[in-house]
C-alpha cells in the first residue's frame, strides 16, 4: 500500500530564508507521481509543484524545487527566499500513474510559519 | 479560465439528516474526485468518477455516495450523519493526463454536524 511521511508537524523560518519540507513515501509501483500542494486557511489546496518517477531532473517551479532522491524514497520541498505569505500548511501526495484512477494518497502535512 | 467551484462553502446539519454536495470541474476536465479532510484522519479519498462512471472507491461506509452528470458536474451525499462526518470535503478535477495527473482543487464544503 502506499504510505506518505511528513516527520515535520511544524516549521518555524525567518522570512527570506529557504525552508525545506521533508516527505519520504513508500510504493512497490515503478510509475508514480509526487506532488505538493499548499493549504492556506480558507482550505483550498493549491498545487505547487510535480515530480514524475521517471523524471531525471528535479522540478523546478519558480521558488519551488522538488529534491527528488529515488532511491531513499524521499521528495523534499525546497522553497527559497520564503515570503510571509508561504505561511500555511503543506502536504506531500503521491499517485500511482498506473492505475488509471485519479487517487492521491496525502502525508498529514507540514505547518510551515514565516516569521518576519 | 473559471476553478473548481463547490457550494455550499458552509453548512451546519445535526445527526441522522443527509446532505448533498456540489461541485463544478474545470471545463474540460471529466474526472472529478472528492477527499475528506479531519484534524485526526488527514486528507482521504473518498471516490473518483470519470465519464460518469465511479472509478474508484476510498474506505467509507455505504452512507458516501456519489455521482456525475453529463456534464461532469458531480454531487456527493452523505445519509445519516454522524458526528464524525464533520470535516472539510474537497473536491479536485483533472483533464486525465497521465503524464502529471494534476488535481485542481476547489475551495472546499465545511460541513459540521450537531
Known amino acids: 500500500a502506499q504510505k506518505i511521511t511528513q516527520t515535520q508537524p511544524g516549521m518555524f523560518v525567518q522570512e527570506k530564508e529557504a525552508v525545506t519540507l521533508d516527505c519520504t513515501y513508500d510504493?512497490?509501483?515503478?510509475?508514480?507521481?509526487l506532488f505538493w500542494y499548499k493549504q492556506p486557511s480558507s482550505g483550498e489546496m493549491i498545487f505547487l509543484i510535480y515530480?514524475?518517477?521517471?523524471?531525471?531532473q528535479n522540478a523546478t517551479e519558480g521558488r519551488y524545487s522538488l529534491n527528488f532522491q529515488k532511491a531513499r524514497k524521499s521528495a523534499n520541498l525546497v522553497i527559497s527566499a520564503s515570503q510571509l505569505g508561504d505561511s500555511a500548511m503543506y502536504f506531500c501526495?503521491?499517485?500511482?500513474?498506473?492505475?488509471?484512477?485519479?487517487?492521491?494518497?496525502f502525508g498529514q502535512g507540514t505547518r510551515l510559519t514565516i516569521n518576519p | 479560465k473559471a476553478g473548481v467551484t463547490q457550494t455550499p462553502r458552509y453548512l451546519i446539519k445535526t445527526r441522522g439528516q443527509q446532505v448533498t454536495l456540489s461541485c463544478s470541474p474545470i471545463?474540460?476536465?471529466?474526472?472529478v474526485s472528492w477527499y475528506q479532510q479531519t484534524p485526526g484522519q488527514g486528507l482521504q479519498f473518498l471516490f473518483e468518477?470519470?465519464?460518469?462512471?465511479?472509478?474508484n472507491k476510498g474506505n467509507f461506509p455505504g452512507r458516501f455516495s456519489g455521482r456525475q452528470f453529463s456534464n461532469s458536474r458531480s454531487e456527493m451525499n452523505v445519509s445519516t450523519l454522524e458526528l464524525g462526518d464533520s470535516a472539510l470535503y474537497l473536491c479536485?478535477?483533472?483533464?486525465?493526463?497521465?503524464?502529471?495527473?494534476?488535481?485542481?482543487f476547489g475551495e472546499g464544503s465545511r460541513l459540521t454536524v450537531l
Open positions: 479536485a478535477s483533472s483533464w486525465q493526463d497521465r503524464s502529471t495527473g494534476e488535481l485542481f
Open positions: 510504493t512497490s509501483d515503478q510509475s508514480y507521481g
Open positions: 515530480q514524475g518517477s521517471y523524471d531525471e
Open positions: 501526495a503521491m499517485r500511482e500513474l498506473n492505475q488509471g484512477a485519479q487517487k492521491l494518497v
Open positions: 471545463s474540460g476536465h471529466r474526472s
Open positions: 468518477y470519470f465519464s460518469e462512471t465511479q472509478r
